[in-house]
């Protein structure tokens, strides 16, 4: 899970391997706020799948690679 | 989640905030009023369950996610300290559980050039940046270190 300056980049560096998914930096930002936001609270409870996923599919990440388990 | 498991957990990460740096067993058993045996039982039940990550040989607290025990690519200013994101999408997420803003500093992969950025009320400053992510959602904790 790495940043790249490019497109290219990420290209170039993948090559041969499955080529995995890429969003922007602005994306992962909120991804990283909804999944992470909670953590330090005194409250904090493990998510549920359920929510985990509705996290992704709210950003728009869906399809068979944002698929958790 | 067990309340018992719950405590420790919170603790854990407090402390892990409070001093920078992941706690030993015997530091939260000290202010759990536990042992420090006791401590990483729960520390490893609370590993099962993905809600911490153990370092296997040694029992220790490899990742307390987002944060990283152990020196990585991803440094992160927040806070008022330096920490290691265990990942890009971590280094913003402790700016996500700090609630702050941020910055990130990390190199490309690719050509090795140094990557620098501001996180400002959850917008990173440089929205050229790309994330790659290799291994599919459905596989992230069969090894949650190479993830």
């Known amino acids: 899970m790495n940043l790249f300056r490019s497109e290219e980049h990420v290209e170039r560096w993948v090559g041969r391997r499955d080529p995995g998914a890429t969003i922007t930096v602005a994306k992962l930002s909120e991804l990283a706020h909804a999944w992470w936001s909670d953590r330090l609270a005194p409250d904090w409870q493990p998510a549920p799948r359920e929510r985990n996923q509705a996290i992704l599919d709210e950003l728009g990440l869906t399809g068979d690679f944002w698929r958790l388990p | ?147």
């Open chain 2, 1 to 147: 989640m067990d309340a018992d498991l719950l405590e420790v957990r919170n603790l854990t990460y407090r402390m892990f905030v409070e001093l920078g740096r992941a706690p030993s067993a015997e530091e939260v058993a000290g202010a759990a009023d536990r042992t420090g045996a006791e401590v990483e039982s729960v520390w490893r039940e609370l590993h099962r369950a993905h809600a911490l990550v153990l370092n296997p040989a040694t029992n220790e607290i490899r990742m307390a996610n987002p944060f990283s025990a152990v020196p990585t690519a991803y440094r992160v200013q927040a806070a008022g300290r330096w920490w290691y994101g265990n990942c890009a999408w971590d280094a913003l997420g402790i700016c996500a559980a700090l609630r702050t803003d941020g910055r990130i500093e990390t190199h490309c992969p690719d050509c090795g050039q140094a990557i620098a950025f501001e996180v400002r009320g959850q917008r990173p400053d440089d929205e050229l940046l790309l994330f790659h992510c290799l291994v599919p959602a459905a596989h992230w904790w069969d090894d949650i270190v190479f993830t």
